[in-house]
């Protein structure tokens, strides 16, 4: 059994950045599909950055290239979002996911686990 949980979320101004964590137990980060994923009121979960199993990565929506990043850190077993120069378009509440078989990383239903999530709300 996985577990995840986020942390790192907040409120900040426009332009300002955040550092989202996930701590995965059950299993080793690198060794599993991660995603980072995001859902604001009234719209549905997108996928903003992902890992495959094995490591490749990672792979961002278009939205979000050239201001996150994304990164893996074993000995933590926490996979990371840095998010920069964010938006009021950015407000969601952040989730990470692991596991799942086939399909694109970015998509939800990939996942087999997923953490509590944590809000991120830009002014």
């Known amino acids: 059994h996985v577990q995840l949980v986020e942390s790192g979320g907040g409120s900040v101004q426009a332009g300002g950045s955040l550092r989202l964590a996930c701590v995965a137990s059950?299993?080793?980060?690198?060794?599993?599909?991660m995603g980072w994923f995001r859902q604001a009121p009234g719209k549905t979960r997108e996928g903003i950055a992902c890992?495959?199993?094995?490591?490749?990565?990672?792979y961002f929506v278009d939205s979000v290239k050239g201001r996150f990043t994304a990164s893996q850190d074993n000995a933590k077993n926490t996979l990371y979002l840095q998010m920069n120069s964010l938006t009021p378009e950015d407000s969601a509440m952040y989730y990470c996911?692991?596991?799942?078989?086939?399909?694109?990383?970015?998509?939800?239903?990939?996942?087999?686990?997923w953490g509590q999530g944590t809000q991120v709300t830009v002014s």
């Open positions: 996911a692991a596991e799942g078989i086939g399909g694109g990383c970015l998509i939800s239903q990939a996942y087999n686990y």
């Open positions: 890992f495959y199993a094995g490591g490749s990565g990672p």
């Open positions: 059950g299993d080793t980060v690198t060794r599993m599909r």
